[in-house]
C-alpha cells in the first residue's frame, strides 16, 4: 500500500521518490534527485545522465555529495574548498 503524498510534497510516479520545494530537481531519466536545478544541469550531458560522483571540476575534485534527506539521498553542489586556482582560471 502506498503511503500518501504529504501535502506540499512531489512524488515521481516512478520511483516514488518525493521532495518538498520548487528549487530541487528530479531526474526523469536516471531518478537522481537534485537540490537546485543547476546541479541537474550539471549531471546532464548531451549523451544523457552521467553518474553525479563522476562529475568532476578541472583538478578533479568532486562537484557533487550527497545528503540524506527526509526523503532520500539528494545529491547537493560542493563547496570548493580549499580554494583552488586551477579551476578558477576558465
Ligand atoms: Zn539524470
Ligand atoms: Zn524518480
Ligand atoms: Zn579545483
Redesign the pocket.
Known amino acids: 500500500m502506498r503511503t500518501p503524498t504529504p501535502q506540499g510534497a512531489t512524488r515521481?510516479g516512478?520511483?516514488d521518490?518525493m521532495w518538498t520545494g520548487t528549487a530541487q530537481a528530479?531526474c526523469?531519466l536516471c531518478?537522481r534527485h537534485f537540490s537546485s536545478v543547476s546541479g541537474f544541469d550539471l549531471h546532464l550531458t548531451l549523451d544523457g545522465c552521467r553518474e553525479p560522483w563522476l562529475v568532476v571540476r578541472k583538478c578533479r575534485a568532486p562537484r557533487f555529495k550527497v545528503v540524506e534527506h527526509k526523503y532520500g539521498p539528494t545529491w547537493v553542489q560542493s563547496v570548493h574548498e580549499p580554494p583552488c586556482t586551477y579551476c578558477e582560471v576558465a
Open positions: 515521481c516512478d520511483c521518490r528530479h526523469a531518478h
